[in-house]
C-alpha cells in the first residue's frame, strides 16, 4: 500500500509548481490516494487512521484550513517516511516555498499601491 503512493510522491506526481515558485506538495490528493489504497468509504475513516479529526480534514478539502505541520508529518508517516530527517526535509522544503509565496504576495501588492499612488499624483 504505502510503497505505491511512496513511489508517486517521490516520483513527484503531487507536487505542483510553475517556474516561480518552489514545488509545494498536493496534500489532498495525497490524502485521497490513502482512502482509495485502502478502501475506506468515509472521511472519517481516513481522519481516524491518519490522527487527526474528520472537521479538520473537511476543512481542508473546502479550503478553509491548511493542513497542520503535525498532520503532514501524520501522512508522511503513514506512506512510509519513517526517518525523520526524510520528514523534516520534506516539510521544510514545503515551509520556505509558502513563506516565499506569501513574501512575493506581499511585495506585488506594496508595488500595486505605488503604482495607483504614482497614477494619482
Do not use: H, Y
Not at 58 to 73: F, V
Amino acid at each position: 500500500m504505502n510503497s505505491q503512493i511512496r513511489s508517486m510522491l517521490d516520483a513527484k506526481s503531487f507536487i505542483k509548481a510553475d517556474e516561480k515558485t518552489v514545488p509545494i506538495i498536493e496534500w489532498i490528493p495525497v490524502i485521497d490516494s490513502i482512502k482509495v489504497e485502502l478502501e475506506f468509504a468515509e472521511d472519517r475513516q481516513l481522519a481516524d487512521f491518519l490522527g487527526i479529526a474528520p472537521s479538520t480534514l473537511s476543512e481542508c478539502r473546502s479550503g478553509r484550513l491548511n493542513l497542520s505541520p503535525l498532520a503532514k508529518l501524520q501522512v508522511l508517516i503513514q506512506l512510509g517516511f519513517c526517518k525523520t530527517e526524510d520528514a523534516r526535509r520534506i516539510l521544510l522544503q514545503e515551509e520556505v516555498a509558502e513563506k516565499k509565496r506569501r513574501a512575493k504576495e506581499r511585495q506585488d501588492k506594496k508595488l500595486e499601491m505605488l503604482k495607483a499612488k504614482k497614477q494619482i499624483s
